[in-house]
């Protein structure tokens, strides 16, 4: 390439970065990261020395039970992709290297996010990562790829979860301001480690919200993993936490995730208004979304507490419904003057949802819906909590939900469906048979 009759170098790659940062010692050591089924970060710290050779190689092994268990660890026997009757063998993390980042927080070294593959080299179907690029290349066969913006909500807390900044006030300042110095360390480390947008405060007591800037949706999952493993991290070494429970209080704003999600093709927006409305390519993808989204909410609200968000005046949706620009519906049509801003909402997803779950089975629905070429009901306006059905009440409909739609099954794979939806019915089953507090209080003297 030439600049003014000038010869100019390549960009350099994130590849790059690895290689050269290895070659002159200023990175000593990779951690080799990947996902567990529910969004908990995973990976191995290995020495620099030895690692491309590796990474370009065989990978890294780990062994399979990870990809096939619960929030606390416990082991789920009788998935149909791992159990004990197949011995939980050995799988292989290999790095992609094109997410190579250095870590903010450890000086000296990277970070790269990995594809999980079996002995046979084929990509495991238990792997998150490998569940969303299924269903892209399903959507590439359709002519197209997408772009996901993640806006995730979270609340920063006392070591014993109580909030250590009382006041109420979405996009205040000086709330920000009381959160220091630890917001503004979160701001520089995302800024460092994802495609971050900004940082503001929320509707709860330290709750704030991380909005990621619009990429390719491979790339935004790998970025909202990366934002809420790098939070937790930022949060213990100023001696807080930082919380993705859906909703740790019960008067107080539950926290979500939201993806805004557009379809190119060829480099231009294909949902590109027409008239000010939506193009008949992004009614079909609404359309998907509203069909399918009973049956997808368990893929962005894997646990029981994630559910208690649904109530109306909340914020968060309570019904399956679509409309343009309010925030009452569970589907929110954006349209824009410019093509490229032009969008589609789904507000659904819980924060403590994986990313590369939530993002694949909204995009699962979008494909169903360009399949299915469908259009979907007239946007409604005004207060829409009381009006369309109901979203799942409970994580135990949701699981019933999930596992009886076949299209979206094919889509996202059925043994991996079978095998999440497992997996979060051990979170309901345990759930379901622990007597609580509530229930003493309630029933211990008036039974």
């Known amino acids: 390439m030439t600049v003014n009759g000038a010869v100019s170098a390549p960009a350099r ?88 980042r250095p870590l903010p927080w450890r ?42 913006g993640v806006e995730l909500e979270f609340y920063l807390l006392d070591p014993d979860g109580s909030a250590f900044q009382p006041d109420i006030h979405a996009y205040s300042l000086e709330n920000a301001n009381a959160l220091d110095p630890l917001l503004t360390d979160l701001q520089q480390t995302l800024a460092a480690f994802t495609r971050l947008e900004g940082i503001e405060t929320e509707y709860g007591p ?57 379809l190119w ?31 997808i909410t368990l893929f962005g609200a894997h646990s029981v507490n994630a559910y208690r968000r649904f109530v109306p005046d909340s914020f968060a949706p309570a019904t399956v419904t679509w409309s343009r620009d309010n ?22 997803g819980a924060s403590d949802s994986n990313p590369y779950w939530l993002v694949a089975s909204a995009l699962a629905a979008v494909v169903a819906g360009i399949r299915a070429q469908r259009t979907p009901p007239v946007a409604e306006g005004g207060n829409l909590y009381s009006k369309g059905t109901a979203l799942p009440e409970s994580l135990g409909v949701a699981i019933a939900l999930a596992t009886q739609d076949d299209t979206v099954a094919e ?10 939806a497992a997996i979060a019915h051990s979170e309901w089953l345990e759930y379901s048979r622990h007597v609580s507090d509530w229930e003493r209080r309630r029933y211990l003297a008036t039974s």
């Open 411 to 420: 889509i996202l794979g059925h043994d991996s469906v079978h095998d999440f």
């Open 265 to 295: 093709r060829d480099g231009d927006p294909a949902f590109a208004p027409q008239g000010g409305q939506e193009n008949q390519l992004a009614l079909w993808s609404i359309a998907g979304l509203l069909e399918h989204l009973p049956s």
């Open 206 to 262: 330290g709750q704030v919200e991380a909005n990621l800037i619009y990429a390719d949706a491979l790339e935004a999952a790998d970025d909202a993993a990366r934002l809420k493993y790098a939070a937790k991290e930022v949060a213990r070494r100023h001696g807080k936490i930082a919380s993705f429970m859906p909703k740790p209080f019960t008067e107080h704003s539950g926290s979500s995730a939201h993806l805004h999600i557009s």
């Open 107 to 148: 000086p000296g070294t990277g970070h790269v996010l990995s594809d999980i593959v079996t002995h046979d080299r084929s990509p495991s179907q238990l792997d998150p990562r490998a569940v969303l690029r299924r269903v892209l290349a399903q959507l590439a066969e359709l002519g197209y790829t997408a772009k996901v």
């Open 327 to 348: 925030r009452s519906a569970a589907v929110r049509s954006l349209v824009d003057a410019d093509p490229s801003a032009t969008r589609i909402e789904l507000r659904s």
């Open 13 to 100: 790659t994130a590849e790059d970065d690895a290689v050269y940062g290895i070659q002159d010692g200023s990175i000593t050591e990779v951690e080799v990261g990947w996902s567990d089924p529910l969004g908990h970060a995973q990976g191995k710290r290995i020495p620099a020395a030895g690692f491309l050779d590796r990474a370009r190689g065989s990978g890294f092994a780990f062994c399979e039970a990870s990809l096939g268990w619960n929030t606390d660890a416990t082991v789920i026997d009788g998935l149909r992709l791992t159990n004990w009757d197949g011995g939980y063998p050995d799988v292989h993390a290999v790095p992609d290297l094109s997410t190579f």
